[in-house]
């Protein structure tokens, strides 16, 4: 019986991850729809690179300064053949990695789309190495591991421990407040505005596109924080409906507020499954459904206010939608969580917004320093020559359409 449990939990998980990576096929595409057309390729290529890099660095360092735990060590024990090795049966451990690498590699797509359009291929994978190797694990590990006896503190402070189901802030929070940090040390995209500092609109390339990544990203959401549970015992019906409601209150939200934009709408969708993350499993379906509304609005009303007032050039909204939208999910569990909105209880609302609001001025500030030291030392921008003729010719030497390019259609 217990070999048959481990082997469902393995199942379990891998079928999780396997739905959270389905999920940067959903950040390439929003991002391929989102920019110009001479931009597509390029954005492509960023995500399954990065993702790619994300897991070597989260293999070998990243892993191991979260949770403590590296396997460089024989094929039979880390496969939990060898019983006193310390590593489950059936390799669990294994496909747990791939799981939470999985939740990693998000942090560098996320910074990916608000930087898009104008930086240079090389320095955004020094940048997605060290992020991902070396500031999200300390972040991971001290509210989803033991580093630090962090959550002992917390529960010494507040009374309860800092709680983030599936990483409205860890994840989401860290990336887009990171992305902050980076779009701001980019600057704007040439001609986005004039002057006299009116902003210049520069419409997405293809809207379908944008739509297939925002349908991709919704359904392996629900991997994201379903399978967050990590084992079948721990599975729960609650987080799944509370996905969903959230979802349809972040795109009822942002269809009103945004006018009816298919933009708004289809990341009116990611702002509340960003949202609902943290408390899905203890909110009342009735709360995610609040949180979600809310999300939209903070995502669409400050969108707005980014591009067109405070001259912030985030091409994708991660800020809002992920920086600004994670950092309200993290501090609404404390809210929706309560017994008394029906929620499970045990969560504290100082704890929730002490801690959000900590890990949002953490990542921002890492976001700021690596950026700026990429820019004074190999530079982070593309040459105005390069940034004209787009990223995909500059930078992979071939457009998304080829065939139009050399004059075979």
């Known amino acids: 019986m217990e070999v048959a449990k481990t082997g469902t939990d393995v199942f379990f998980i891998l079928i999780g991850a396997i739905l959270v990576f389905a999920m940067h096929a959903g950040f390439a595409f929003l991002e391929a729809g989102s920019v110009r057309k001479k931009n597509q390729v390029n954005a492509l290529v960023k995500i399954i690179v990065d993702f790619a890099v994300s897991t070597v660095v989260y293999f070998f360092i990243g892993y191991n300064i979260a949770y403590g735990v590296n396997f460089l060590s024989s094929a039979s024990e880390i496969s939990g053949l060898t019983s006193n090795a310390g590593f489950a049966a059936n390799g669990y451990d294994l496909v747990k990695f791939f799981f939470l690498m999985t939740f990693a590699a998000a942090i560098p797509a996320i910074i990916s789309g608000g930087i898009a359009e104008r930086a240079r291929f090389k320095p955004q994978l020094i940048a997605t190495a ?140 990611l702002a509340g499954l960003v949202a609902i993350c943290a408390g899905s499993d203890i909110v009342h379906p009735l709360g995610a459904l609040v949180i979600g509304t809310v999300a939209g609005f903070i995502f669409v009303k400050t969108f707005t206010i980014c591009s067109n007032k405070w001259k912030i050039d985030d091409v994708l909204g991660v800020w809002p939608l992920h920086g600004l939208c994670g950092l309200w999910g993290g501090i609404a569990v404390g809210i929706f969580g309560q017994e008394i909105l029906w929620g499970l209880g045990g969560v504290s609302l100082m704890a929730q917004t002490a801690i959000s609001t900590f890990a949002a001025v953490m990542a921002c500030i890492s976001g700021f320093i690596i950026f700026a030291f990429l820019k004074k030392t190999v530079g982070i921008r593309l040459s105005r020559e390069d940034e004209y003729i787009g990223a995909d010719l500059a930078i992979h030497k071939i457009s998304g359409t080829p065939e139009e390019d050399f004059g075979l259609r």
């Not at 991971?140 to 591991?145: A, K, R, T």
């Not at 599936?166 to 995209?189: C, P």
């Not at 297939?212 to 359904?219: D, K, M, N, T, Y």
């Open 130 to 269: 060290v992020i991902v190797g070396l500031v999200y694990p300390v972040l991971e590990g001290m509210i989803w591991g033991n580093l630090f006896g962090f959550q002992n503190t917390i529960i010494e402070v507040f009374g309860f421990p800092f709680h983030d189901f599936a990483g409205s802030v860890v994840v989401h929070a860290m990336g887009g407040w990171m992305a902050l940090g980076a779009i701001v040390t980019l600057g704007a995209r040439m001609g986005r505005y004039r002057k006299d500092g009116t902003p210049l609109g520069i419409p997405p390339s293809n809207i379908p596109f944008l739509a297939l990544g925002s349908w991709i990203l919704c359904i392996g959401w629900f991997g994201f924080n379903v399978m967050s549970a990590q084992q079948v015992s721990s599975l729960s019906g609650l987080v799944a409906i509370n996905s969903l409601m959230a979802m349809v209150g972040g795109i009822l939200s942002a269809l009103v507020v945004g006018k009816k934009d298919p933009g708004f709408v289809h990341n009116g969708a």
